[in-house]
C-alpha cells in the first residue's frame, strides 16, 4: 500500500498552490437580477478564453461569467498540465476531417501552444510556461511508441518533419530521465507544460481589469431558452442576448448533451519536492513524459520540483455527474499514478506523495470537441474537449468568441466547429460499457508489464471504444 491523502479531501495541488500565491479579488455570488449582453456558464478555460476574445473583439461588452465552484475548481485547475498541439494524434483528425482541413486544424493547435506563452508573458500571468517538450516512451516492447499513429508519420507526410521531433534509441530517452523500463522514445517538441489553476486563476484577474463581471459559487439552476436567454440561479437571475454554455463534463446532467459523451474519471498525484532526487534521475528540465500503454501515465516535474503523474487508471461515472463520488474519492484509482511512478522509476522508492485527487473528462466518442447552438439561436456550446483541453480550450475560445458576434471567419471555419458526429449510449448502458473497458485496459496493461500475455477478452473488451472512434471516423470522414 501506497500512504496517499485521501482524493477529494481537499483540493488538487495545482489549486491549492495557485490560491496561495495569489487569492485575487474576492467575487461573491450572484445575489440580484442583472442584465448582460453575453452570460457565460462555466468559469473553466473554454469560458474563460471566450471571454478573453470577447473583450478584444468588442470591447466594452457586457460580459457576465457564473461558475458553480471557484475559477479553477473544476477540470481547468485538475489536469495534469500538459499544453499539446494533438499531433500525436494525427492521423485520426485527419481522417475525421479530411486532409485540407485536419491538417489546418492540427497547424492551427500547433501555434496555439507558444500563443498561449506568449499571452500569458504579455499579460503578467506566471503559469509556469514551459516549452520543454513531451518524452514519448515505451516502457515495454509491446507498447506502441506514444504519438505513433500520427505525429511521425503525418508530419514526414505533410512537410513539418524538420521541426525536431525524433525517434530516441533506450539510451538517448534515458539521458533525458534515467528511467530503467526506456526501451525506446520520441522526442516531440511542439508541448509545453503549465501550472493550470495559476493560468485559470490569471485569467479571472485579467478578465475582472476587463471590466468582466464574475460570480463564483454561482450554480445554473435553470436556462431559459428565449431571446434574450435567462440563466437563473440560486438567488438570481442572467438576461442576455447570448449565453455561452463551456461547464465541461457537468454538461452531461443537461437533457440536450446527455448522450454527448460519457464522463471518465482521471486520478493524479503529486510528490513532496524532491529537487536532489530529480537531479539524481537526471530529470533537469521541464520536459513533461506519456508512455504506450493503453489508458497511459503522463507524468511531469513541477518549478517547486515536484512530480506530478496522472494516469494508469480510471473509471466511467454513471450519469455523467462530474462531483460524484466516482470522479473524486476513489482509493484504487488515486494509488495507480503513485505505484507507475515508482514502477518507472525504482530510485524514487520511499518519497512521499502529499497530495491526490480526482477530475471528470468529457470525453466524445471521436475524441474531439464539439460546437453546437440550441434553439432559438442564441444558445452556444463547447464541450468535450477530452482530456486535451488546455489547448483545444484556447482554440474554442475564439470559435465561441466568433460565433457569438456572428462572424465567418478563420476560426468559425475550422472543420472542428460542428456538431456531434456519434452520440454515447444512453443509460443505464454506458456505464457498465465504459467501466468494463476502463478496466480491461488497466487488467491488460498491467498483465503486460508483468511478461504476461494481455488475454484476448482483455483486448477485446479494453480495445472497444477505440474501434467504435474508426468506425465512427471513417462513416463521417468526408470524401478526398
Same mark, same amino acid.
Given at each position: 500500500m501506497i500512504d496517499l491523502p485521501r482524493p477529494g479531501a481537499a483540493r488538487s495541488f495545482w489549486l491549492q498552490e495557485a490560491l496561495t500565491d495569489e487569492p485575487g479579488e474576492p467575487t461573491p455570488p450572484l445575489e440580484a437580477n442583472v442584465v448582460a449582453d453575453v452570460c457565460i456558464v462555466g468559469g473553466g478555460f473554454a469560458g474563460l478564453w471566450t471571454a478573453v476574445r470577447l473583450t478584444e473583439r468588442a470591447p466594452g461588452m457586457r460580459i457576465v461569467i457564473v461558475e458553480q465552484d471557484v475559477v479553477g475548481g473544476g477540470a481547468s485547475g485538475r489536469n495534469g498540465?500538459?499544453?499539446?498541439?494533438?499531433?500525436? =494524434? /494525427? =492521423?485520426?483528425?485527419?481522417?475525421?476531417?479530411?486532409?485540407?482541413?485536419?491538417?489546418?486544424?492540427?497547424?492551427?493547435?500547433? =501555434?496555439?501552444?507558444?500563443?498561449? +506563452?506568449?499571452f500569458a508573458k504579455a499579460n503578467r500571468i506566471d503559469c509556469w510556461f514551459h516549452k520543454d517538450g513531451v518524452l514519448g516512451v515505451r516502457t515495454g516492447a509491446w507498447?506502441?511508441?506514444?504519438? /505513433?499513429?500520427? @505525429? +511521425?508519420?503525418?508530419?514526414? @507526410?505533410?512537410?513539418e518533419s524538420g521541426d525536431g521531433y525524433k525517434i530516441l534509441t533506450?539510451?538517448?530517452?534515458?539521458?533525458?530521465?534515467?528511467?530503467? #523500463?526506456? $526501451?525506446?522514445?520520441?522526442?516531440?517538441? =511542439?508541448?509545453?507544460?503549465?501550472?493550470? /489553476?495559476?493560468?485559470? #486563476?490569471?485569467?479571472?484577474?485579467?478578465?475582472?481589469?476587463? +471590466?468582466?463581471?464574475?460570480?463564483e459559487r454561482t450554480a445554473m439552476r435553470d436556462l431559459e431558452r428565449s431571446r434574450p436567454a435567462v440563466v437563473r440561479t440560486d438567488r438570481g437571475a442572467v438576461r442576455a442576448d447570448r449565453v455561452?454554455? &463551456?461547464?465541461?463534463?457537468?454538461?452531461?446532467?443537461?437533457?440536450?448533451f446527455r448522450r454527448s459523451f460519457g464522463v471518465i474519471a482521471d486520478y493524479v498525484v503529486a510528490t513532496e519536492p524532491i529537487p536532489d532526487l530529480l537531479k539524481e534521475i537526471n530529470w533537469t528540465t521541464q520536459m513533461g513524459i506519456a508512455d504506450g500503454r493503453d489508458w497511459l501515465y503522463y507524468l511531469r516535474p513541477t518549478d517547486d520540483h515536484r512530480i506530478v503523474i496522472g494516469g494508469g487508471a480510471g473509471s466511467a461515472v454513471y450519469g455523467g455527474r462530474g462531483d460524484s463520488k466516482a470522479a473524486n474519492a476513489r482509493m484504487h484509482f488515486a494509488e495507480a499514478p503513485a505505484r507507475g511512478l515508482l514502477w518507472m522509476f525504482p530510485q524514487l522508492e520511499g518519497i512521499r506523495f502529499t497530495h491526490a485527487w480526482g477530475g471528470p473528462i468529457d470525453q466524445t466518442p471521436t475524441f474531439v470537441p464539439f460546437y453546437r447552438t440550441l434553439a432559438p439561436g442564441n444558445i452556444h456550446a463547447g464541450l468535450g474537449y477530452s482530456g486535451h483541453g488546455v %489547448?483545444?480550450?484556447? $482554440?474554442?475560445?475564439? %470559435?465561441?468568441a466568433s &460565433? $457569438?458576434?456572428?462572424? &465567418?471567419?478563420?476560426?468559425t471555419t475550422l472543420a472542428v466547429n460542428r456538431p456531434e458526429s456519434s452520440f454515447a449510449p444512453p443509460e443505464p448502458f454506458r456505464y457498465p460499457l465504459v467501466r468494463a473497458a476502463a478496466f480491461a485496459l488497466e487488467r491488460g496493461d498491467m498483465r503486460e508489464d508483468a511478461g504476461r500475455p494481455r488475454g484476448s477478452l482483455y483486448r477485446?473488451?479494453?480495445?472497444?471504444?477505440?474501434?467504435?472512434?474508426?468506425? $465512427?471516423? #471513417?462513416?463521417?470522414?468526408?470524401?478526398q
Amino acid at each position: 500500500m501506497i500512504d496517499l491523502p485521501r482524493p477529494g479531501a481537499a483540493r488538487s495541488f495545482w489549486l491549492q498552490e495557485a490560491l496561495t500565491d495569489e487569492p485575487g479579488e474576492p467575487t461573491p455570488p450572484l445575489e440580484a437580477n442583472v442584465v448582460a449582453d453575453v452570460c457565460i456558464v462555466g468559469g473553466g478555460f473554454a469560458g474563460l478564453w471566450t471571454a478573453v476574445r470577447l473583450t478584444e473583439r468588442a470591447p466594452g461588452m457586457r460580459i457576465v461569467i457564473v461558475e458553480q465552484d471557484v475559477v479553477g475548481g473544476g477540470a481547468s485547475g485538475r489536469n495534469g498540465g500538459f499544453a499539446s498541439s494533438s499531433w500525436f =494524434d /494525427a =492521423d485520426a483528425i485527419i481522417a475525421l476531417f479530411g486532409e485540407e482541413e485536419g491538417v489546418r486544424y492540427l497547424r492551427v493547435q500547433n =501555434d496555439a501552444v507558444d500563443q498561449l +506563452g506568449e499571452f500569458a508573458k504579455a499579460n503578467r500571468i506566471d503559469c509556469w510556461f514551459h516549452k520543454d517538450g513531451v518524452l514519448g516512451v515505451r516502457t515495454g516492447a509491446w507498447q506502441e511508441m506514444f504519438g /505513433a499513429g500520427g @505525429r +511521425g508519420s503525418a508530419r514526414e @507526410r505533410y512537410g513539418e518533419s524538420g521541426d525536431g521531433y525524433k525517434i530516441l534509441t533506450a539510451e538517448e530517452a534515458r539521458a533525458y530521465a534515467d528511467s530503467p #523500463r526506456f $526501451v525506446q522514445g520520441s522526442f516531440n517538441p =511542439d508541448n509545453a507544460v503549465i501550472q493550470p /489553476a495559476r493560468l485559470a #486563476r490569471g485569467l479571472r484577474r485579467v478578465l475582472l481589469e476587463r +471590466g468582466v463581471h464574475i460570480f463564483e459559487r454561482t450554480a445554473m439552476r435553470d436556462l431559459e431558452r428565449s431571446r434574450p436567454a435567462v440563466v437563473r440561479t440560486d438567488r438570481g437571475a442572467v438576461r442576455a442576448d447570448r449565453v455561452v454554455l &463551456t461547464t465541461g463534463a457537468w454538461a452531461a446532467e443537461m437533457s440536450p448533451f446527455r448522450r454527448s459523451f460519457g464522463v471518465i474519471a482521471d486520478y493524479v498525484v503529486a510528490t513532496e519536492p524532491i529537487p536532489d532526487l530529480l537531479k539524481e534521475i537526471n530529470w533537469t528540465t521541464q520536459m513533461g513524459i506519456a508512455d504506450g500503454r493503453d489508458w497511459l501515465y503522463y507524468l511531469r516535474p513541477t518549478d517547486d520540483h515536484r512530480i506530478v503523474i496522472g494516469g494508469g487508471a480510471g473509471s466511467a461515472v454513471y450519469g455523467g455527474r462530474g462531483d460524484s463520488k466516482a470522479a473524486n474519492a476513489r482509493m484504487h484509482f488515486a494509488e495507480a499514478p503513485a505505484r507507475g511512478l515508482l514502477w518507472m522509476f525504482p530510485q524514487l522508492e520511499g518519497i512521499r506523495f502529499t497530495h491526490a485527487w480526482g477530475g471528470p473528462i468529457d470525453q466524445t466518442p471521436t475524441f474531439v470537441p464539439f460546437y453546437r447552438t440550441l434553439a432559438p439561436g442564441n444558445i452556444h456550446a463547447g464541450l468535450g474537449y477530452s482530456g486535451h483541453g488546455v %489547448i483545444q480550450t484556447f $482554440v474554442g475560445g475564439h %470559435i465561441l468568441a466568433s &460565433t $457569438v458576434l456572428d462572424r &465567418t471567419d478563420e476560426w468559425t471555419t475550422l472543420a472542428v466547429n460542428r456538431p456531434e458526429s456519434s452520440f454515447a449510449p444512453p443509460e443505464p448502458f454506458r456505464y457498465p460499457l465504459v467501466r468494463a473497458a476502463a478496466f480491461a485496459l488497466e487488467r491488460g496493461d498491467m498483465r503486460e508489464d508483468a511478461g504476461r500475455p494481455r488475454g484476448s477478452l482483455y483486448r477485446m473488451v479494453g480495445e472497444a471504444p477505440s474501434r467504435y472512434r474508426d468506425r $465512427v471516423v #471513417r462513416r463521417g470522414a468526408p470524401a478526398q
